[in-house]
Structure formats: structure tokens, C-alpha cells
Nanobody, 121 residues
């Protein structure tokens, strides 16, 4: 099995910064895309930023220019540096990874447990 463990959420004032971290562990052959999603109560989970195994990145419009996603393939980890945080960024953030546990197949999607980010005005 595969587990994703997140850390780094918390409370910050508007304009401040936070760095989220997520490490994957378990039976891992390789990891394709990794990313961060966020969700408000009662709403669908929405993508924030995604990074491929080669380092190609994609950002939601709300994250462009403020957030930076990165990964360390040797550590099976993904990070989200969040700057210039706004009160509307207050949500639960989830780590995501498409993990291959075998040398063949398309892999499976795994999610972290979620970490709360709260931005006060």
C-alpha cells in the first residue's frame, strides 16, 4: 500500500507564507504526477498545482504568481510554497500522487489526509 503524509498547514496572516510538504511511502515503483488540491466544505476538490515526474508544472489561475510547486523524486516528496496568502485561500489542502506500484500499468491515485490552511485578514 501507499501512504501520503502531509505537513505544514496552519494559521497565517494575510500576506504571509506557508510551505506544505507531502511524502509518499510504501510499495512504490515510480510516481507520475504529483500535486496539491484544495476543498471547501460542501464543494468539490479543485486542483491548485500539479507537477509531472519531469518537472513540468501547471497552476490554477488563483495560484499563478503566488504559489510554487516542486518535488524531490529521490524522497518521493512534493512541496507547495504559498506566498502572498489571502483569506480566500483558507481551505483544506490535499496532496495527490499517481503512483505505480508495479513496472507495468497506469498506476493508481493516492491522497493525503488533508491539512488545514487558515489565512486571517
Amino acid at each position: 500500500q501507499v501512504q501520503l503524509v502531509e505537513s505544514g498547514g496552519g494559521l497565517v496572516q494575510a500576506g504571509g507564507s506557508l510551505r506544505l510538504s507531502c511524502a509518499a511511502s510504501g510499495t512504490i515503483f515510480s510516481i507520475n504526477n504529483m500535486g496539491w488540491y484544495r476543498q471547501a466544505p460542501g464543494n468539490q476538490r479543485e486542483p491548485v498545482a500539479v507537477i509531472s515526474s519531469s518537472g513540468r508544472t501547471n497552476y490554477a489561475d488563483s495560484a499563478k504568481g503566488r504559489f510554487t510547486i516542486s518535488r524531490d523524486n529521490a524522497k518521493n516528496s512534493v512541496y507547495l510554497q504559498m506566498n502572498s496568502l489571502k483569506p480566500e485561500d483558507t481551505l483544506v489542502y490535499y496532496c495527490y500522487a499517481r503512483v505505480m506500484t508495479k513496472s507495468w500499468g497506469l498506476g493508481d491515485d493516492y491522497w493525503g489526509q488533508g491539512t488545514q490552511v487558515t489565512v486571517s485578514s
